[in-house]
């Protein structure tokens, strides 16, 4: 395992920090943890587990929670299962994006464009052609879901992005909103 980080002050878009990493990064799978994120205990192990028991898998795909301002708002899940990004009440249903682990090869061909607002949607929606396997993470109390690994914590005025975007003067696009 391999973690390489990017701190720049914002002096480069969310996409080129991305694609930067993930032209340094040398390990057969990628996946990305912002500062506004949060991730299980047994996140490291249970990735790992996945991928050494289904080597030949595209991406890794769990369960997560989206918290707004520190009050939960829903779950959300990822898979090649779900065709596009939609919700269906609180919960959220997303293709694999940049959250999940990728094989580095189809995350390469892909890349990330030099964006700081729907860099995420974007790659994830160029990423999805080229996923056709997934190994899935279960959560072992109720095998029939998957595990929550990811939280999630947005804050429209908290969040590093969204506070850069404003004091460039520019419109912040809300991550969850479907598109």
Do not use: W
Not at 80 to 100: D, M, S, V
């Amino acid at each position: 395992m391999e973690i390489r980080c990017a701190l720049d002050d914002g002096e480069q878009a969310v996409g080129e920090k991305r694609a930067g990493l993930l032209r340094a990064a040398r390990g057969r799978y990628i996946a990305f943890v912002d500062d506004d994120d949060m991730v299980a205990g047994s996140y490291v192990e249970d990735i790992l587990t996945a991928i050494q028991a289904a080597p030949q898998s595209d991406c890794v795909v769990f369960a997560g929670q989206l918290e707004i301002d520190g009050v939960y708002t829903g779950p959300f899940d990822y898979s090649i299962a779900h065709k596009t990004y939609y919700q269906r009440g609180n919960a959220y249903f997303r293709t694999p994006n940049h959250l999940c682990p990728v094989k580095r090869e189809l995350a390469l061909r892909v890349g990330f464009k030099a964006l700081n607002c729907g860099e995420d949607t974007d790659y994830a929606r160029r990423l999805y052609p080229l996923l056709k396997s997934e190994i899935s993470i279960h959560d072992p109390e109720n095998p029939e879901t998957r595990k929550t690994l990811y939280f999630y914590r947005f804050s429209p005025t908290g969040t590093a992005t969204q506070n850069l975007n404003s004091r460039r003067g520019r419109k912040s696009a809300v991550p969850y909103t479907i598109t």
